[in-house]
């Protein structure tokens, strides 16, 4: 089998109850046959449009000659360097694809100036006149990609150089973008509109950039073919029938709705971050949901789990058994890339037929862009922070939590609102590329406040897991963080800079967040490098 899933202990009797109830509807085959009625009438019209990526690896076969074309293309005009512009499915598919192959491929989903800034001017890879720039939208009006086209081109026409060589644009036909890319002679990938962004893997939005960066996707498309007759198949061995059991079933009356995804020895890098954006913006509404938790082996929710938490260990072959022996209760996984890629999908819509919501609409994703808009638009003024400690600006949503007139009590006090079933929320609105060790914080905002803690970048999460946040169970609390620096970026025809631009998004999602009553605590890093610091010490 091209992929294995081993579950024991309490998550077996639940696997147990749910599977006869998938296999005797006819789950699998109604979602390999495009059944859109599956997941009842409301989600019908839906369903429908957005049920073409079970025929992706056919559909997207012809693809892997144009792509290695282009490649061969490009390499002859010099180019050595791909970097691509996506949010959400658009970013993390092509990342898992060319981080496993050991390929290099810079992604840029962030508006964050000085990450930009990185993207355009280059690294040991080559520089601005060694790059194309892949351009990744399903609506073609994103606007973190559209604004870093217009930077891209900008740069490249002081150059000298024409954008036209060296720009590949990946978005659903009839889109804006698509109108604009043939105006200016870009090349063009025409996506799948059957398709939506967190299920486009195998589509064009997950094969054009990685084909282009050097992994090889025919392969992946082998791999995910060689799994299609396991997950279509109407038995309980199915694998996807017994993951989407094991992650949305319920024992009893209980359902643990946090999913801790742990990396253990596995090939494949990254994963979990995809999983992450496919299963919680899938599920992440009505007030419902599986809240996906990035988790590293020895993180203090693998040590001491939680009651609601089901732990997930993604492996290689060779530990299968050592690892069930040691962690039983847990579900292990391993397969291929491409093995990965299908189960999950399926499994992930499965799991929206056991919640009876829709998995394959955000309706809660567009609430945060609005209000972003709306701020950009209206430019108010800054507000003044509750309190200033160590050049850290402390804002909150509830005066109450400001009371201690400190960092750590902020946090403290934070933390008290929790349930026994809530999650903290860490979404850090900086660059990834200068301040990667602020993802150590979230191992000990989980230590510290006893809860399942996520950690997003952003604005890459708000396409992703901000479903979740807004649309699923009310139980988050959450901490932005800032950045304040002197580094800007214009955005060419815009009214607004991109520092303008990720402050806007900051605060749009806060003020939404807000508005459902979510307590939301931002953090403002006037000096950045050297106040990570003090964020760790004050969640000890």
Same mark, same amino acid.
């Given at each position: 089998?091209?992929?294995?899933i081993?579950v ?7 696997v147990d109850a749910t599977v006869?109830?998938?296999i ?14 599956l997941?009842?009438?409301? &989600? ?7 049920l ?8 997207s ?8 074309a ?8 010099g ?5 691509? &512009?996506?949010?959400?499915g658009s970013s993390?598919?092509p ?7 050991g390929?290099p ?14 993207a355009?001017?280059?690294d ?9 720039l892949v ?14 086209l217009r930077?891209?081109?900008? &740069? ?11 720009t590949?644009?990946v978005?659903d ?7 604009l890319a ?11 509109p059957t ?8 589509t @064009? ?8 960066a050097? @992994?090889?996707?025919g ?5 995910a073919e ?15 029938l ?5 992650? @949305?079933?319920?024992d009893?009356?209980?359902r ?16 979990p971050d995809?999983?992450e954006?496919?299963?919680a913006?899938?599920?992440g ?5 599986i809240l996906?938790?990035v ?18 260990r ?11 022996e040691?962690h ?16 999950w ?22 609430? @945060?862009k ?27 949503s ?20 929790l ?17 990667p060790q602020?993802?150590?914080w ?15 970048w952003?604005?890459r ?12 169970p009310?139980e988050?609390?959450f ?13 060419p025809?815009?009214?607004?800079t991109?520092g303008?631009l ?6 749009g999602? &806060? ?10 605590v931002?953090?403002?890093?006037t ?14």
């Amino acid at each position: 089998m091209s992929f294995e899933i081993h579950v024991s202990g309490r998550v077996a009797h639940v696997v147990d109850a749910t599977v006869p109830r998938l296999i005797d509807e006819l789950v699998a085959s109604r979602i390999t046959a495009a059944d859109a009625d599956l997941w009842g009438s409301a &989600a019908a019209e839906e369903a429908a449009r957005r049920l073409g990526w079970v025929q992706a690896v056919s559909v997207s076969r012809p693809l892997v000659a144009e792509i290695e074309a282009l490649r061969v293309r490009l390499g002859a005009l010099g180019i050595s360097r791909i970097v691509l &512009a996506g949010m959400g499915g658009s970013s993390l598919a092509p990342e898992v694809i060319t981080q496993t192959a050991g390929v290099p491929l810079v992604v840029l989903d962030s508006t964050s100036p000085s990450q930009v800034l990185a993207a355009i001017d280059g690294d040991a890879r080559g520089d601005l006149a060694a790059t194309a720039l892949v351009v990744a939208s399903k609506s073609g009006s994103t606007v973190e990609t559209d604004s870093a086209l217009r930077a891209f081109e900008a &740069a490249w026409r002081d150059l000298g150089i024409d954008p036209a060589e060296r720009t590949v644009v990946v978005t659903d036909p009839g889109s804006p973008l698509e109108e604009l890319a043939r105006e200016a002679g870009y090349h063009i990938f025409a996506a799948d509109p059957t398709v939506g962004g967190r299920y486009s893997a195998l589509t @064009a939005f997950g094969l054009v950039p990685a084909g282009l960066a050097g @992994a090889d996707i025919g392969e992946l498309l082998d791999e995910a073919e060689a799994t299609l007759l396991e997950v279509a198949i109407d038995d309980a061995r199915n694998p996807a029938l017994v993951l989407a059991a094991a992650i @949305a079933g319920v024992d009893g009356t209980h359902r643990r709705d946090k999913l801790g995804l742990v990396s253990d020895g596995t090939h494949i890098v990254g994963l979990p971050d995809w999983v992450e954006q496919l299963v919680a913006e899938s599920t992440g509404k009505q007030g419902t949901g599986i809240l996906p938790v990035v988790l590293a082996p020895l993180s203090p929710e693998v040590d001491q789990t939680p009651a609601d938490m089901q732990i997930l260990r993604i492996v290689d072959d060779a530990v299968h058994f050592q690892i069930l022996e040691q962690h039983p209760d847990e579900i292990v996984i391993s397969g291929s890339l491409g093995a990965q890629f299908v189960v999950w999908e399926y499994a992930t819509a499965i799991a929206g037929f056991l919640l009876e919501i829709n998995p394959f609409d955000q309706p809660d994703v567009e609430a @945060a862009k609005t209000a972003a808009r709306g701020l950009l638009a209206e430019r108010p003024a800054v507000t003044e922070p509750a309190f200033v400690e160590g050049g850290i600006e402390v804002r909150v949503s509830e005066p109450s939590l400001a009371a201690s007139g400190t960092l750590a009590g902020v946090l403290r006090d934070l933390w008290e609102r929790l349930s026994p079933t809530g999650y903290v929320s860490l979404q850090a609105y900086v660059d990834r590329t200068s301040l990667p060790q602020l993802a150590g914080w979230r191992e000990l905002v989980a230590a510290d406040s006893g809860r399942p803690t996520t950690f997003g970048w952003g604005p890459r999460f708000l396409h992703s897991t901000g479903q979740f946040h807004k649309g699923g169970p009310a139980e988050g609390v959450f901490v932005q963080i800032l950045e304040s620096t002197d580094v800007d970026l214009e955005i060419p025809g815009r009214p607004f800079t991109f520092g303008e631009l990720i402050r806007a998004q900051a605060a749009g999602d &806060a003020q939404v967040l807000t508005a459902l009553g979510r307590p939301v605590v931002t953090l403002t890093l006037t000096d950045p490098q050297t106040q990570v610091l003090s964020l760790f010490e004050a969640a000890q």
